[in-house]
């Protein structure tokens, strides 16, 4: 049984930093692209980040592309998401996600292409 459990989410002021970390068992780890995605009350899942199986490839969503970086180690089974500069439309139920198939080439971006899911973390960010 695959697991995925996030943590590091919680309250920081506009322009703080947070590092988000997703601890994963059950599965090849490092066969498998992961990514972030988020979901804020009211409006659907969105992707934030996603890296591939073998950290040669990452993918931001526009909206966090310079402040956010998606990385992963493998020996840990461990990906993490770094937020700096955080804004007050940051704020979201972040969750992490594992590819639905090994060493995909490309990460998808759609949330479709994700088999597992973590339970989220919350992330606030505050004026």
């Known amino acids: 049984q695959v697991q995925l459990v996030e943590s590091g989410g919680g309250l920081v002021q506009a322009g703080g930093s947070l590092r988000l970390s997703c601890a994963a068992s059950?599965?090849?780890?490092?066969?498998?692209?992961m990514g972030w995605f988020r979901q804020a009350p009211g409006k659907e899942r969105e992707f934030v980040a996603t890296?591939?199986?073998?950290?040669?490839?990452?993918y931001y969503a526009d909206s966090v592309k310079g402040r956010f970086t998606i990385s992963r180690d493998n020996a840990k089974n461990t990906v993490y998401l770094q937020m700096n500069s955080l804004k007050t439309e940051d704020t979201a139920v972040y969750y992490c996600?594992?590819?639905?198939?090994?060493?995909?080439?490309?990460?998808?971006?759609?949330?479709?292409?994700?088999?597992?899911w973590g339970q989220g973390t919350q992330v606030t960010v505050s004026s």
């Open positions: 996600a594992a590819d639905a198939f090994p060493f995909r080439a490309v990460p998808g971006t759609s949330s479709r292409e994700y088999t597992y």
């Open positions: 059950g599965h090849t780890f490092s066969s498998y692209a």
């Open positions: 890296i591939s199986w073998n950290v040669g490839r990452t």
